[in-house]
């Protein structure tokens, strides 16, 4: 089992179709550091950051294992790491893995592509109570890589497990394309909401958090 704060890369043979994150920084190494800076300065002015955690912390049992896909600086999961959930943080840009390691040392980061995810090939065996992809992660993703990445993270879910995944319009994958695609990688829909304040979701929300199951 990988400790906690630590931070480490998933090797993997295999390539696919790079995702947007991954094209803006082999075109701007920076990019990185200026997202980092911008969410430290908003934790500095005091700004309320922690909405996500909330919902996630709600919903999850005391001590549960809960998976950050795409965890990007670790602002969602390493505050439920300080809850006393046991997280473990993935994401392909290893300058944000750096950033979560330092800020967040209780949980476990890892560089890695979630279109290629295999957790239990890198120590961590156990599947998860709950995963969550929160701060725009799926409307980064490769077109090719959708269904393979909802794939893989219902494969690493416990049974009875769920995923909550959120993002915005207009970032090219229209919300019934992955209503589809959830479908398609065995994940059955529970519940959609417009914000993570359990707002309903409509036709006419631009922003969608999605709570579901591995169907069996």
């Known amino acids: 089992m990988v400790g906690g704060g630590t931070a ?7 390539v696919v179709e790079p995702s947007a994150w991954t094209r803006t920084i082999a075109a701007d190494p920076e990019h990185s550091h200026r997202y980092a800076a911008r969410w430290r300065r908003l934790a500095a002015e005091g700004h309320d950051l922690d909405g996500e955690a909330r919902m996630i912390d709600a919903m999850a049992a005391r001590g549960s294992r809960i998976l950050d896909a795409g965890c990007g600086t ?20 290893p300058a944000l893995i750096e950033y979560a390691t330092t800020d967040f040392p209780e949980a476990t980061w890892l560089v890695g592509d979630l279109a290629l995810l295999d957790l239990p090939a890198a120590g961590v065996r156990e599947p998860f109570d709950l995963i969550f992809a929160a701060g725009n992660v799926l409307g980064f993703l490769a077109p090719s890589t959708r269904v393979a990445t909802l794939v893989n993270l219902r494969n690493h879910l416990v049974t ?22 959830l479908s398609t990688a065995g994940l059955t829909l529970d519940l959609a909401l417009s914000t993570w304040e359990l707002h309903p979701y409509t036709a006419q929300s631009d922003f969608l958090v999605a709570i579901a199951h591995a169907s069996r």
């Open 8 to 14: 480490r890369g998933l090797a993997s043979a295999l």
């Open 74 to 93: 670790g602002r969602v999961g390493g505050r439920l790491a300080q809850h006393g959930h046991t997280v473990v943080g993935v994401d392909v840009d």
């Open 160 to 181: 009875n497990g769920r995923v909550v995944l959120a993002y915005g319009a207009g970032r090219g994958y229209p919300f019934d394309e992955f209503f589809a695609d």
